[in-house]
């Protein structure tokens, strides 16, 4: 039976480290600062801007929400960016995502100072990823992953992996982490267009789904021992859940955990280590802006 990958416990462990680091930077008079920039009312958005402002609060790391109308104009939203690039309490900036259709979001990324970039997300962070250079910032999602395959031991060096999704938030960056020195991964990353998916899957000692689409990932796709990162998070509709709905990942867990040596549960997987890494980057930025 697969060992289950407590992303719970793994991010209280990271949090734990980010409080000692706090300490020791109020004891050097810097408390760390995060903005998080919320454009309109979009419920789930809501939600995860919420919990990171929670998260900061019991952490002791200062932060500022900041909430736009959903008419608000780019404009408004780029003078919001810089008034932040230039407030010395604030160390880490992010706009949810995804933000109202008249705003254009990669502009905004762009306008965020990258030393304030906690994302990940600036080109200038996105190049440092490629280039190894960790004086980057490293998007949260796949950070996160990273960190769950080190905490469960698992061994990245020579491994086949396949990541399943191409995008800047997690697909991308989460190959390069896997193939980067030190990772050693052989990697390749499938999306809409690979042919014979499931037989590209069966080639992995490792399968990292961001394919935002509830259960994708059948045991058809999944050789024996094979270590799974479910990072979807989907909800689908249950009349019997007392919401009316349930959330799953992109991995039908049923069929995929009696198959493999290791797999992560949604939720409680991959979910708890993206706020978990937020933190850590802030504090990053806070120890960089003293330097
Ligand atoms: P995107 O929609 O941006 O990307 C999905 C990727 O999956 C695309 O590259 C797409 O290919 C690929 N894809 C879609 N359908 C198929 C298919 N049938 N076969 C093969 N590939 C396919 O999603 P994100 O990367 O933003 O998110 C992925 C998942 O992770 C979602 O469930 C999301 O909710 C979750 N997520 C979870 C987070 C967490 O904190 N745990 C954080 C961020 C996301 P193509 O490029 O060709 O369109």
Request: charged share 25%; hydrophobic share 40%.
């Amino acid at each position: 039976m697969a060992t289950i990958i407590d992303g719970k416990k793994v991010a209280a462990d990271v949090l734990e480290k980010c409080a000692e680091e706090i300490t020791d930077l109020k004891s050097q008079g810097i408390t760390p600062g995060l903005a998080v920039v919320l454009v309109g009312e979009d419920p789930a958005s809501k939600v995860y801007v919420n919990s990171k402002v929670r998260k900061c609060g019991e952490l002791g790391i200062h932060s500022e929400k900041i909430v736009l109308s959903r008419e608000a104009t780019q404009e408004e939203v780029l003078e919001t960016v810089k008034n932040l690039n230039e407030n010395p309490r604030i160390h880490g900036i992010l706009v949810q995502s995804p933000p109202p259709p008249q705003i254009d979001e990669e502009a905004i990324v762009r306008a965020i100072d990258p030393a304030k970039d906690v994302d990940g997300f600036h080109p200038e962070n996105v190049a440092k990823l490629a280039l190894e250079d960790p004086t980057g910032f490293v998007p949260c999602t796949p950070a996160g992953c990273m960190e769950l395959l080190r905490s469960a031991g698992i061994k990245t060096s020579g491994a086949n992996a396949v990541v399943v999704g191409r995008s800047m938030i997690v697909g991308k960056p989460m190959a390069l982490l896997l193939m980067a020195r030190g990772s050693d991964a052989t990697v390749t990353v499938a999306h809409s267009r690979s042919k014979d998916l499931p037989g590209i899957c069966r080639q992995a000692d490792i399968i990292v789904a961001a394919v935002g689409r509830p259960e994708f990932i059948t045991d058809d796709y999944v050789k024996e021992g094979a270590v799974v990162i479910d990072v979807g998070i989907n909800r689908v509709d249950d009349a019997e859940a007392k919401k009316g709905y349930r959330l799953c990942g992109d991995v039908d867990y049923a069929s995929v955990a009696p198959k493999c040596s290791a797999i992560t549960p949604v939720p409680g997987g991959v979910g708890p280590m993206t706020i978990a890494l937020l933190m850590k980057n802030t504090i990053k930025a806070a120890r960089f802006a003293r330097a």
